[in-house]
């Protein structure tokens, strides 16, 4: 099994980005990641404003997957996720929707156990491990690691874990895939900034599947969550909805009204973050709704 290592990252995605590692389709490969702060934060003695901000969010890769082309779909199913030995907390004026009543900076060196990660004392959050970049090239520019979009990146959907998979459309040979942020905990919308941030190593396979998407989707073992990222909360809402509906027309051979109904009577909205420059939702749809064909494609 190919394991590659954290030294070669990148902070922007791009199709202009070399490839670090390459890969086959259906070939199981381990892929090492740094902590969203790049390693920069060992003591609860530095802060936010302490470190090099460019080096935020650093993504393991390019990986070029051999076989992917414009045009196709991405799987990236996630088989294991092993965290680093301990997460990072940070609290700042101005971070997260409260960072206005945060008059301190602050940090949170939290140790991670087998099941847990010890907040203090009293209080053990069980461990959750979920990848919070993941992503491919845009159709064009670069877009910074920090950011969500089409082609995936600063995602931060917590149903991005193991045993899950994760659908990108690809813009560009290769893909040329990374992968980073890991949090061994966040709840919906990451609400104050922060997940707990670690390191770790993630194991995923890369196949190919044949339907096309617009946006990232995930597949867990009940529902398919729709994802979209924009300006606003309106604007991701409106697209997660717009291109769930559709895909239920698609699905279902429903019209557009039918589909729109059953939508609302049975799939739900959920926020993945609002805190970053682009807020990102998901519309989850309980694959019972669905025929089996959907959800059992042949990927090559």
Known sequence: M???????TITYFSSQNQPAYFAELGEVVEIETNDCYDGQVKTEETHREDFDRSRLNPATGPIYINGMQKGDTLCVEVLDIKTGDYGIMM?????GPLGNSVSN???KILPIYEDHVEFNETIKIPLQPMIGVAGVAPEEGEVSTALPGTHGGNLDTKDIKAG???YLPVFTEGALAAFGDLHAA????????????TSGVIKV?????PFIIENPVVE???FFYFIASADTYEQAIHTALLQTTNQLASWLDFSFEDSYRVLSAVCDLKFSQIVNELVT???AVPKSLLPESVYSEQRY
């Open 205 to 209: 396979r890369f196949t190919k599947v």
């Open 164 to 166: 899950n998979k994760l």
């Open 105 to 107: 900076s602050s940090t």
């Open 2 to 8: 190919k394991h590659f290592p954290s030294n070669r």
């Open 186 to 197: 966040m709840g919906d919308g990451e609400l104050s900034g922060t997940g707990i941030e």
């Open 220 to 222: 867990d073992e009940k």
């Open 91 to 95: 609290a700042a004026p101005g971070l």
């Open 281 to 283: 939702v998901r519309v």
